[in-house]
């Protein structure tokens, strides 16, 4: 599998791909690159409708150029903490960010947010997500305010007036009740339509399908999601400590 980055003949077909109804999965197969590779560079630059390779390869020059401009003239860029790999984490993090993206949430929010899920501390100020983003302070409170609203992050008083931004774990735990009170809701319409098109009719049976199918997999989820509740709130494992040398 070729590595690096996209060529912009590559994105071409990538934008020919698109422009035919071809599925991420597919265009990613004729260029012999993984699909998040593929959704990651289509979501990052206008999604599949405005997509163009032309703009797209300008972008991705003018980001490398950014990040030389930023990057310490002489200078490694400074270590990452647990010896990781920079570079691996950027990669991850809009691997992360697309992730979001495609499920919905705007851009800024979803950079936002993987920021502090993929912090140790779980928590940053505006200032440290200005500095990781390479964003104004007004795009960091903006996307902070609408994150606070769907209850995916909350805040606390820092040092001094400063606030930090935390993560919410348990949205997860909210995210998945919501879904099954979406099925419950979408199995009772269902089988309102039992009556109206008349029992042991194909479409009332039909419906019924539905509505039990719903029925289970709302049941399911809610079942899961009570019982591996606790799961998000595990803390990492105290590393053992050597015992004490015999004298």
């Known amino acids: 599998m070729p590595g690096g980055r996209l060529t912009q003949q590559e994105r071409q077909q990538i934008a020919s791909g698109l422009a035919d ?8 197969r004729r260029l012999d690159r993984p699909t998040s590779t593929i959704t990651r560079e289509v979501m ?7 997509y163009r390779a032309d703009l797209a390869h300008r972008a991705t020059e003018r980001r490398t150029h950014r990040r030389r401009q930023t990057a310490p003239r002489g200078a490694q860029a400074p270590p990452q903490a647990h010896g990781r790999d920079a570079e691996a984490v950027r990669e991850y993090e809009e ?13 800024m929010m979803s950079q936002v947010l993987t920021c502090l899920f993929t912090t140790d501390a779980g928590s940053l100020t505006a200032a440290e997500l200005v500095q990781h983003l390479q964003v104004s302070p007004a795009s960091i409170s903006k ?3 609408f994150l606070e609203v769907q209850g995916l992050v909350a805040r606390e008083r820092g040092e001094g007036r400063r606030e930090r931004y935390l993560v919410n ?13 979406s099925n419950a809701e979408l199995a009772d319409t269902a089988r309102q339509g039992v009556g109206v098109l008349g029992a042991g009719t194909p479409a009332a049976v039909r419906l019924e399908n539905i509505a039990r199918f719903m029925d289970f997999v709302g049941e399911s989820i809610t079942r899961a999601a009570e019982q591996a509740r606790d799961v998000l709130y595990t803390k990492p494992a105290t590393p ?7 004298h």
């Open 21 to 28: 109804g071809l599925a991420y999965a597919e265009i990613a």
């Open 44 to 50: 990052r630059n206008g999604g599949p409708t405005t």
């Open 95 to 107: 691997a992360f960010t697309t992730l979001l993206m495609q499920q919905g949430l705007p851009k």
């Open 143 to 145: 996307a902070v305010a």
């Open 169 to 181: 774990d348990g949205v997860w735990y909210d995210s998945m009740i919501a879904a099954a009170r």
């Open 240 to 246: 053992p400590t050597d015992p004490p040398p015999d």
